[in-house]
């Protein structure tokens, strides 16, 4: 294998395991229910632009909405495994290849999510700020170069190190943690219908959620209700 195709290496094999995972998340079963859920979805949807009131708390809350659109999905992929930082050392200009190019395909995937996010509000965008089409289109574009940027500026932040804008040293261990953080976070939802290898949920107590645990109401004939939405939510604090 020559190192100029690593990435095409690295980028075929890894979706050959998403796509083997695929297999058993949508099954007969999940994609019936799935169905369902999209058209109950669909349908409270449609019911909920309809009849939104137009005023400055339910614009606000749009645009809080849309801002985190742009923080989520944001993460880039490297395709850099642990070993890379010995096996490549004498070779970084193919290694630099490949995190260019998987920049670009990180850079892609995440501008589609965020269009895709962006035109699913664009009925509520319609109803609370503006009825012209133009306008919409101009701010799908914007929010899509924001999050295509965002994702550069991330790409450099790791593998860079801090404080050393121009320095040509390879953060090794920062993009190695980064990829690694990237793959926990797809293969933990395959993880939710199958037992993937390797996978092993992370407990994290979670700031956020400890105020809104604390009040969550307990009943008596489903004691251990609590129980379990505290270990859900904690049960996904990786780092």
Do not use: C
């Not at 407990?203 to 009040?215: G, P, T």
């Amino acid at each position: 294998m020559k190192l100029t195709h690593l990435f095409k290496y690295r980028f075929n094999n890894r979706w050959q395991i998403y796509f083997k995972y695929l297999r058993y998340v949508f099954n007969d079963h999940a994609v019936l229910a799935l169905f369902f859920l999209l058209g109950a979805a669909g349908l409270a949807y449609q019911s909920l632009w309809q009849t939104a009131v137009i005023n400055l708390w339910t614009q606000t809350i749009l645009i809080f909405i849309i801002l985190l659109t742009l923080i989520i999905f944001k993460e880039p992929a490297n395709f850099t495994k642990p070993a890379d930082a010995t096996a490549l050392l004498g070779d970084e200009k193919s290694f630099r290849h490949m995190v260019k190019q998987a920049t670009y395909y990180s850079m892609l995937i995440n501008g589609v999510v965020e269009g895709g996010l962006i035109l699913i509000l664009w009925p509520m965008l319609f109803r609370l700020f503006t009825h012209s089409i133009l306008i919409l289109i101009y701010l799908t574009f914007l929010l899509i170069f924001l999050k295509i940027l965002l994702t550069y500026g991330i790409v450099r932040r790791n593998i860079r190190f801090e404080n050393q804008n121009n320095s040509r040293l390879i953060n090794w261990r920062r993009l190695i943690s980064a990829e690694e953080n990237h793959q926990f976070v797809v293969l933990s939802f395959y993880n939710l219908f199958i037992d993937v290898p390797g996978i092993t949920p992370k407990v994290k107590r979670q700031k956020w959620a400890n105020l809104l645990i604390k009040y969550w109401p307990e009943k008596k004939e489903l004691p251990l209700t609590k129980l379990f939405v505290t270990a859900f939510i904690r049960s996904y604090g990786y780092d």
